[in-house]
Each structure stands twice: as structure tokens, then as C-alpha cells.
């Protein structure tokens, strides 16, 4: 299923450097064998199950940390960072494709926020993701005086765990950008304004700390 731990989000943060160093583009995808395939189905929630049960607390606040800070990394990083989502793309694994730069969908395409299935709400940025999305399909002249009507469709997705069943329908759900593309090769690569602070030093991982 391709779950998320402290080694894919430390493998990503190199793959984006390497990247940089070399001046080309990174492209995240896996298409993982099974009916449906997985491009991710979230991160390893047992890693913060045992956590808790340990009462681990500052190391669950430090992986959270380090993965939002991954994903804000490949968001803002100098070089194109590209997601190819493909079958189950959920929770932590549609924050890391709604991070990047540029989706390119497989229509096949089964993403969502289902973080409170498990009792819990997306940790990795998964919410304010959704809310740009939403936020860069609306016209450039939409007066926008009550923001409620705008912002209930998010919570209710984020509160019923809504998953869709297309790349279509991910984008008329909000959870895939407006010009996602739904087949293989389509699109063009945009690279992301730099964000001061993101592309330089790079942050030590709790992993690293620990050792």
C-alpha cells in the first residue's frame, strides 16, 4: 500500500535536493499491483498507534511536524515536483499528491482525506490543501462576502471521509486541482514561487535528532 513513514518523507526531501542540484524535476508516482493499485493509502498509522499507547507525545508532534514541513518543501521547492497519482490515493498519500506542483492523474483515481475513519483529522496539511484548491478554481472577479457556503463543502468532505471514484471526480470534488489531467502524459510542468527558508539548510528529521 505504500504507507508513509520517517524513510518516504526523508527519501522525498533527497529526491527534491538531488533534483535542485542536478536542475531537473522530480516526478512522484508508484503504481503498486492490486485491485484497486495504490499510489499511497496513507501514512503508517500503527507508527503513531504505538506511539500513543507509549505515550510518546513529542515524538508523534515531531513526525507530524516533519511531514508537513516535507510537503511544504516539494510545494515550494525551485525545481517542478510532480504527482502521478494512481488507485488509492488516501490520507497522508492525498496530502503528498496535493502537494506537489502539478497532478497528473490516472483516471483511475480513488483519493480522499479519510483520517477520520482512525480518529483523526489530516495532519499533514491535508485541509489547508484543500481549501487552495478550492480557492484557485474560483473566478478572479467572484465577490466572495460570506465564506461559508464556500468553506462547508471542505468540512463535510474532511468530516465523511469523501473519496472519489475518478480523476474526474476528484476534480469536481475539489481534491485534485482544476487542470489535474486525467491520462497519462498530459499537462505542463510548473515550478512554485520559492518560500524563504524552505530550499536552503535542510531540516534535520526526528530520526536524526534521536540519533
Known amino acids: 500500500m505504500n504507507s508513509l513513514d520517517q524513510d518516504m518523507w526523508e527519501m522525498m526531501r533527497k529526491a527534491v535536493d538531488l533534483a535542485t542540484e542536478k536542475g531537473v524535476g522530480v516526478v512522484i508516482g508508484n503504481q503498486a499491483p492490486g485491485m484497486p493499485g495504490a499510489f499511497s493509502a496513507g501514512a503508517n498509522i500503527g507508527t503513531i498507534l504505538e506511539g500513543a499507547r507509549s505515550k510518546q507525545w513529542d515524538m508523534i508532534r515531531k513526525a507530524l511536524r516533519y511531514f508537513q514541513e516535507t510537503n511544504t518543501y516539494m510545494t515550494y521547492s525551485p525545481v517542478p515536483v510532480v504527482a502521478a497519482p494512481y488507485g488509492m490515493t488516501l490520507g497522508g498519500g492525498a496530502e ?11 483516471h483511475d483515481l480513488f483519493i480522499g482525506l479519510v483520517e477520520v475513519g482512525v480518529g483523526v483529522i489530516p495532519g499533514g496539511g491535508g485541509c489547508m490543501l484543500l481549501l487552495r484548491h478550492y480557492q484557485n478554481s474560483l473566478p478572479k ?19 465523511t471521509a469523501t473519496v472519489s471514484n475518478s480523476a474526474a471526480h476528484a476534480r469536481d470534488l475539489g481534491l485534485a486541482p482544476g487542470q489535474c489531467a486525467g491520462r497519462r502524459g498530459a499537462g505542463m510542468l510548473t515550478a512554485r514561487r520559492e518560500q524563504p527558508g524552505l530550499s536552503g539548510d535542510r531540516e534535520r528529521s526526528p530520526r536524526e535528532e534521536q540519533g
Not at 467572484?142 to 463535510?156: E, G, K, S, W, Y
Open 96 to 106: 503528498v499528491a496535493m502537494s506537489c506542483n502539478k497532478m497528473v492523474c490516472h
Open 141 to 159: 472577479n467572484a465577490a466572495m462576502n460570506n465564506l461559508q457556503p464556500f468553506v462547508t463543502p471542505i468540512l463535510q468532505m474532511i468530516g
